[in-house]
């Protein structure tokens, strides 16, 4: 598998948590842009200033327009789908999809196209579907699909769904995905990790 080149994680209920175990997990040096759709209702603030204290990486609310840079976090902002082309956000008021923007679909559906072998998508937690449409997408492109497993996750039915859509995605407790994410960055590998 080619080096990753970015990585998208899209969660729902009790992604907070499962976010904060991720970005702790990772190296400071990692070297690829990360990008975060959590669903959240439109009100809904600071969400990249609560994440900051997880992590050393910078974590900041994505806006439009921006252009990736390595070793930045991007959040996607409340009531907005965030989408990625060629290394830059676009930002959309377009009409929720599966009852939620921003939308998981629509960022591993606009990454897969732009990014291709070079993209992993992570799948956390999560009471809805969303997120098992744009997998699809990511895997037929060639990306690599990391689910948390339905077993370790507050609401199973979002990673669930996830795994069942992709057959070949790597399922792995929450405390094993930032190690994977930090294999794939590097090396576009994921070694010593098991399911």
């Known amino acids: ?43 809904s603030h600071d969400l990249a200033a609560v994440l900051q204290d997880s992590t050393t990486l910078v974590v900041e609310e994505a806006e439009d327009k921006v252009i990736l840079q390595d070793g930045r976090v991007y959040i996607a902002p409340p009531d907005y789908h965030l989408l990625v082309s060629k290394g830059e956000i676009s930002l959309t008021t377009d009409a929720p999809v599966r009852f939620s923007r921003p939308s998981i679909d629509v960022l591993f559906e606009s990454s897969a196209e732009s990014y291709g072998t070079g993209l992993v998508a992570v799948v956390l937690t999560g009471a809805n579907q969303d997120g098992s449409r744009g997998a ?30 992709v057959k070949n995605a790597l399922v792995l ?13 590097a090396r576009g590998i994921t070694t010593g990790i098991r399911k």
């Open 136 to 165: 699809v997408r990511v895997a037929a492109a060639g990306g690599r699909v990391i689910v948390q497993d339905p077993s370790t996750a507050e609401s199973p039915t979002m990673p669930a769904a996830a795994a069942r859509s």
């Open 1 to 43: 598998m080619k080096k990753t080149k970015l990585i998208v994680i899209g969660t729902s209920a009790g992604g907070l948590h499962a976010l904060s175990i991720v970005l702790s997990g990772l190296r400071p040096d990692i070297d690829v842009p990360i990008v975060i759709v959590q669903h959240r209702a439109p009100d």
């Open 173 to 185: 407790p929450l405390e094993r995905i930032a190690p994977a994410l930090t294999d794939l960055a």
